[in-house]
């Protein structure tokens, strides 16, 4: 990505996790070269991973309390404040590095309706009483998705904590484990969309809480625009939007 030439590293921690920046942007790397968050150092609000702004689409455009398990950089965080301030955002991670470095190098302590807890993301959702209208899920660490989330378990408990019609949303960064993940999902939601994220090897998929089609591409087509909506044998729905 040409926006992170010319970087130097402004802290390290005892984890290997790596802090760049250069004049205009600052990113968050875990023990390689994958880049966990970049965002613009004056205006970290606007994405600059393209996967974001699929990661929250939904949420952005349909306001209501927000889980998201990873927190990384708070670049999903920042963008999806500053679209909707009001609603509830909770933030689950376990790592407590990677939170001291969301608010000491990536602001995260300046989102106002953010709370962040520090907690592991399967523990966090057997034990929640709360009802969510969205939960984002964006936990890969630098090589994989979590072994102790890539479990049917761990979703049937994401299903429990959604409000009836609420909305999950997984990133998935690992091209080897995307179609394991997508049917570890389908075994609980019913109906899903996957949405590829240009430009880059991401795949989003979107789930409801509802036992109709419809719920997911009502709110899909109200929140983008769907140049493609076609069925394929292995991976059901997949839509392509612009």
Request: one cysteine or more; hydrophobic letters at 40%.
């Amino acid at each position: 990505m040409w926006k992170t030439k010319f970087g130097h590293c402004i802290y390290s921690s005892t984890n290997n996790a790596h802090v760049y920046q250069n004049l205009i942007y600052r990113w968050l790397t875990f023990d390689s070269d994958a880049l966990q968050t970049v965002i613009h150092r004056r205006n970290p609000q606007k994405p600059i991973l393209k996967y974001i702004s699929v990661l929250c689409l939904l949420a952005r455009n349909m306001p209501g309390k927000t889980c998201m398990l990873g927190l990384g950089g708070a670049g999903a965080a920042h963008y999806l404040s500053s679209h909707n301030s009001s609603s509830p955002l909770i933030a689950v991670e376990k790592n407590p590095d990677v939170i001291t470095i969301a608010q000491k190098f990536f602001m995260a302590d300046k989102i106002k309706n953010l709370e962040i807890i520090q907690q592991d993301a399967t523990e966090f959702m057997q034990k929640e009483s709360t009802s969510f209208k969205h939960i984002l899920i964006d936990l890969y660490n630098a090589h994989s998705f979590p072994s102790e989330c890539n479990t049917d378990v761990f979703f049937l408990n994401c299903k429990k904590n959604l409000e009836k019609y609420g909305f999950l949303a997984v990133n998935l960064a690992n091209p080897s484990e995307q179609f394991n993940l997508l049917n570890r999902i389908k075994k609980q939601f019913l109906h899903t969309v996957s949405i590829p994220v240009k430009g880059s090897a991401n795949i989003i998929i979107l789930a409801c809480n509802s036992h109709s089609f419809s719920a997911i591409t009502k709110y899909l087509y109200q929140a983008t625009t769907i140049k493609r909506l076609e069925w394929d044998a292995l991976w059901g729905h997949i839509a392509e939007i612009s």
